[in-house]
């Protein structure tokens, strides 16, 4: 046990930093229907970090994370301009491109850097076992910083998640807020990406935001679950992975989906014994 704690300890720390940042972008990311632009936006993060491997760097560095950062600041741009109110073309297809265009790419620039094998599994499942004290204080400063601008913008940036026109009558600059967001989901992912994965990420911003709402309809109720669902997800996760000597982040991503699988089980037994 004593040897769980002292290697575990950094990992679960820093996975639950990220349930609470990514639990409530991704309360945002399910409200505004661009689901997949968590995935995009870490696909574009992880090219960055891929053109900085190309340069001699390595993951973690400083020179990944603003590489991350500056190719996260573009995929803002080109993402906050995809929305419109052209019913026929859905942002999610435009997300969708930015995806795989971005994907290709970086597995092109990775092919031409030793072992890019391996650092495309680096990128895709994390190696959250590995982080370190600082990794964690450092993510918890970034994201602390990102907390208050979140807290300020939350009016508006709540409103125009669930009423876009009533946003857009009322004078709101929507692609002024929604380069905010991304930008502020962009650079989360940029720094969350190298510590657990493009996998992970995708999975704490929708899965347990996708439990809380389909058993609540209060903000705070979906809050305080995403925060304990998401806390027992990575320590089952966690756990297992140590037991059965598994990738810490597939195990966590795994056991959410046990999770969720379980949940609508659940679900669909009790409306059933009801009906009865």
């Known amino acids: 046990m004593t040897g769980f704690l002292q290697m575990m300890a950094a ?20 409200k505004r229907g661009v689901i997949f632009v968590d995935i995009a936006l870490a696909q574009v993060a992880a090219f960055g970090v891929a053109v900085a491997l190309f340069l001699g760097g390595e993951i973690g560095t400083d020179l990944a994370f603003a590489a991350g950062l500056g190719s996260t600041l573009l995929g803002a741009v080109l993402l906050s301009r995809t929305r419109t109110r052209d019913d026929q073309v859905p942002q999610e297809a435009y997300i969708g491109i930015v995806y795989v265009v971005f994907s290709a790419a970086m597995i092109l620039i990775l092919t031409q850097v030793p072992h890019g094998g ?6 895709l499942v994390g190696a959250i076992l590995w982080v ?29 998640s669930v009423d876009p026109e009533g946003a857009r009558r009322a004078g709101i600059s929507l692609a002024r807020w929604d380069f905010l967001f991304y930008l502020v989901l962009g650079t989360v992912v940029t720094s969350s990406v190298q510590i657990a994965g493009v996998l992970l990420v995708f999975t704490l911003l929708v899965v347990p935001t996708v439990m ?22 990575v320590s089952v996760g966690t756990l297992a992975s140590w037991v059965l000597d598994l990738p ?10 046990v999770f969720l699988a379980l ?6 037994l009790h409306w059933k014994s009801r009906s009865e």
């Open 212 to 233: 809380a709402m389909r058993l609540f309809r209060g903000e705070r109720s979906q809050a305080l679950f995403v925060l304990g669902t998401g806390t027992l997800a």
């Open 248 to 257: 810490t982040g597939a195990a966590i991503v795994c056991t959410f989906g």
């Open 118 to 123: 391996e650092e495309i599994r680096h990128l």
């Open 132 to 160: 370190t004290w600082a990794t964690v204080i450092k993510t918890a400063v970034i994201y602390g910083v990102l907390g208050v601008v979140l807290f300020f913008a939350h009016p508006t940036l709540h409103r125009i």
């Open 263 to 268: 949940q609508i089980l659940g679900e669909h």
């Open 11 to 30: 990992p679960f720390v820093v996975a639950l930093i990220l349930v609470a940042m990514h639990g409530y972008l991704g309360s945002h990311v399910v």
